[in-house]
């Protein structure tokens, strides 16, 4: 089963959002999670007509990390957690079980984990 | 330092003023995110990973004191109380938001800075040497050209839309601290045997997935046929440059089709051509950019300091810094201070209020007293920032990296931190020398890898982040491309193969050889089994 979740950058101050059933939230732990890969489109959709309030809306693709959802890319990771060399700033300052599931889970450097983009080398 | 005349002034309060309307533009929806991004791209406004990023041009990496203040001012206000220095002697900020971008160049205007041209395909601001001023090498200021340059560049009509972004370096030194042949125009300036002054032009170097050193095609152009010929060299790439496609776009690769002497062929017959009095700066202009960077009063002091000698006897630490960060100045009783920025903390006032950024990502303070050097030691240690580093293995050039780019493949700056921690000891890293090791978080080649005597350069392995390593280049006046060590290795490999890299060379080392040096004589194999050994 496929899972992913919609992200983007809100367009007044650039931070990264997450689509929460209508809304942006800034924590990923707070992201719907799309197991039926229409839903997801249709969210997309959605995402692509509020060119007011985010940037590039696209969709990831996710996969579990001791039962919870994690981005597979890295680099959604480090969206989602914030500057590596930075452990108190950005999202991971707070804390909790889904930003320490998202510090431990490895794999996934490549730099676009944008659905249907990602194309790893055999 | 170069002072603002009105009409300095008045182009970038304009341009701050201009982009203030296309940001409420945006925020109101009149401009879609298609026609906008350009226009914030032209004001150096990048959205990267977690946020917007700001890139700010450091005029040829020089900055007064005053707007280092103002820099930390926008730090602390629109920022999170830091910014990058670049290897092109440019700051960016990585937490700005939109709706205060606007504010934030008019806090950049107000103490005569701006962000135009640091992005997209145009000329960018020059490189030049961070001792410009101060050293005895020179044979000129070179920042007085770097000037003369950036103004002859910025909106210039022509040349807004190149094929490829379009970067220069000036040095007027023999040891090149610009990184030069990497450039896409490099320029020396030199005396020839008449004493008079002209610039070796190279064109077509470059990093990114193509590196190539560049060519020289004219050694030795009179000085006030600068931009008449800089203007040459732009109308053959204009029209001949690849703009079908991206990674064919850059001059270098230009001028790698036509071959160097075609090229300069076609930039002398354009040269030829051309009105060049219309284009060249009138003796009259030079001299008024030459004033504008007025006068350092410096005072007529024996060229020993008792005071410095005295301390250095008695302070180890101090000596130490004085070794790897003081540099001779070309006036008696001065030195040169490099600030190692590998270390953090705040810059304290000395040097005649004057600060430049190097492309090693550090400070230099070009001017300060003998006398004064104990004391700026000692606000230094005070503030963090008194790292005896300068060219050793822990002072590393690192790209943002993936902690912030969103083009990177991997993270850079984690991996110079455990470098640098390995080689903290600064004996240790004194025993082993000028070290310059130089990281990329993807083939761009931000963090110069392609010169670094070792260069990492961050790969995609199947989904892991992994490094690439290449010994033997340089970015200097003996500037190579390295070579590649063999397969990459994963994260937590790089510092151990870092480390036996060293080791090999420790045990290769004759007399006072560099890593490069040894490197250069007797080429991959022993460091190849260094690092591999346990693989084969
Ligand atoms: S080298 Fe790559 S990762 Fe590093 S700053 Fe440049 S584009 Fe980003």
Known sequence: MSLAALTASNLRDGEVVFWALGRWAPRFADAELFDDP?????????????????????????????????????????RALGPTIHPEMGKQAEGGVVIQALRVHSGGARSSGRLGLIRLKK | MYRYDAIDKSVIEDRAAEFRD?????????????????????????????????????????LSANQLRGLARIGRTHDKGYGHFTTRQNVQFNWIKLSEAPDVLDALAEVDLHAIQTSGNCIRNTTSDPCAGATAEEVDDPRVWCEAIRQWSTLHPEFGYLPRKFKIAVTASAQDRTAAKVHDIGLVLRRNREGQLGFEVMVGGGMGRTPYL????????????????????LRVYNRHGRRDNIYKARIKILVAALGAEDFARQVDAEWTAMDRQAVDLPDIELARIRGAFGYVPFADLPPVSGVFEAARKADPALARFARNNVKAHKVAGYAIVNVSLKAPGEVPGYGHSEVRVTHEQNLVLPHVKLDDLAAVHAGLTAAGLAASNINLASDIIACPGLDYCALANTRAIPVAQSIARRFAEPDVAESIGELKIKISGCINACGHHHVGHIGILGVDKKGEEFFQLTLGGSGAEDASLGDVLGPAVAYDQVTPAVDALVEAYLRERRGAERFLDTYRRVGLAPFKAAVYADAH
């Open chain 2, 214 to 233: 560049g060519t020289t095609i004219r050694q030795h152009l009179p000085v006030n046929h600068l931009l008449s010929y800089l203007s040459a060299v």
């Open chain 1, 38 to 78: 229409e839903l997801g489109q249709a969210a997309l959709i959605l995402a692509k007509a509020q060119s007011t309030v985010v940037v590039d809306p696209y969709l990831i693709d996710l996969e579990l990390e001791d039962g919870i959802a994690v981005p597979t890319s890295y680099r959604e990771r480090v």
């Open chain 2, 22 to 62: 296309q940001v409420a533009r945006r925020l109101s929806g009149a401009l879609t995110e298609d026609q906008f991004k350009p226009l914030r791209l032209m004001n150096g406004l990048y959205l990267q990973l977690h946020g917007y990023m700001l890139r700010v041009a450091i005029p040829y990496g020089s």
